[in-house]
């Protein structure tokens, strides 16, 4: 426990580095991931704007790289990593790593909930003249709005899982704290505490995420 | 808004009919082969009326009216609304046209991310009007629908015919000369039903937007359509004028139809019930509009002897007029019995020897109207 409070301010730091890790990631999987999600879910058979061809090639790339895990997915993507962020470790590095895999989870997760949107109030859309986009932005993503905020909060639990593990590869972060103070020193107070923190955080953003979710249902 | 205060001048005044189809076709793939949903339609919509699409599911109705919005592209055909060959535009120019066309739905489909109030106003901001005008005409449209102290509730607050209703001020938002109505009234009770039919008959009356209702209750056309088209399978088989329609079908499909809201020629499962207990010919009636109808009936009969009596049927009332049909048996010589069926003939009443084939049976009709299906219009 002496060696934890002699640790402090590593400790802060640390869950500041995975608090930036974390949105930035949410920020950027987040925008990616809708445009990749709703791309695939308009151009399906019989949607807004069917299109066989970009719909397979968008469906294949989701599923070439959903499968490869995440650890192993950061290690492939070492030399783009480098040509984007100019590193390969820290909380830089790691933001990159996590926003370009979720972004594909996140693709998953709007098209189901987009899917599920009612197509009678998209052919009525149509049938005011609204164009594609216009309809995208104003009625697709709001109709949807209430189960994309929840399938987001549980990207976020995910993005704080990926961000615990981008510590192996020197992200910093709550999860490089709790292998470099607890888990390689024996510190099992350490891992202990770490662990609890991110628990902490799941929860509140779980949370905020249902709370929002019930507004936009209004229920 | 002009059209919830001021009749709209029959658009100018035209004769030309607002929608024109010609020889219009529309086929899916589907796995088992290609579906035809539409074959072969010409139809057309007349200025100011309201025309009746009836069909059982299946029929292509759907199909029909969203290839007068060009939802759907037809396979082949031409589709006109008002100047546009729609058939012709691009996509772009087509989501023009659509937003001079209303729509309404079975299922509404209001957004439900909106409330009433930013559900009749969305075609508005799509058509670029602005606030405070926007927020002018919304309240107007509300108002003429009824619904304005329900302005800033959400769709799933309001009841089936509430719903209806803002889809109603929703598609009449932009002033649009056509409304097209997808079985707009499937999904409510009777009395709701009767509701949103009267507020279709005033947008229709007080605004004059032409309409066109898609239903398979005949009772919705009944109440308010000015001429009917029956469909069947993807065909136009009968289409007319509503009276016309109702007092004298002349396809199975049309029959059906008008057996189901009027006593017409008993079905074929009647005529057999019948058989069971009355021995004579039986003979049915078409009923004609005005006084002595079946007086003179029972005159000819009775004139030759034979004896008569009303076994089935009904008179109903039309667009002021009577509809309906009655079936006699009459007993008595076949010979007197055929003098009397002759007697109708010449004197211009339809009568039909009810054999129990469908379609058989004509022994007087005064031969006019028999080119009626398909050829009108």
Redesign the interface.
Known sequence: MDEFIANLPTFWAAIGQTLIMVFVSLVVAGVLGLVIGVGLCVTREGALLPNRPVHLVLNVIVNIVRPIPFVIFLAAITPLTLAVVHTTIGVGAASFGISLAAAFAVARIVEQNLVAVDPGVIEAARAMGAPPVRIILTVLIPEGIGPLILGYSFVFVGLVDMSAQAGLIGGGGLGDFAITYGVQRYNWPIVYITVAVIIVLVQLGQFAGNALARRALRR | MSAATAPREASAGSTAPLVRLLNVSKTFPAPSGAVTAVDDVSLEVRRGEILGVIGYSGAGKSTLVRLI?A?ERPTSGRVFVGDDELTALSE?EL?????E?G?I?Q?F??????TVAGNVA??LA?AGVRQPERDRRVARLLDFVGLLERAHS?P?QLSGGQKQRVGIA?ALAVDPPLL?ADEATSALDPETTADVLALLKRVNRELGVTIVVITHEMEAIRSIADRVAVMDAGRIVEHGELYDVFSRPRTPAAARFVRTVLRDRPSPQTIARLRESHAGRLVTVRVQDGRGFTAAVTRAFASRGVENEVVFGGISELQNRSVGALTYELRGADAAVDAALADLAAQGIEAFEETGEPGAGVVASPGHGSTRAGGEG
Do not use: A, T
């Open positions: 919005n939802l772009k989501r023009r046209v659509r937003r066309i729509m739905f299922q489909n209001l957004l439900r991310s909106r969305y075609p799509l959400y799933e929703r097209l």
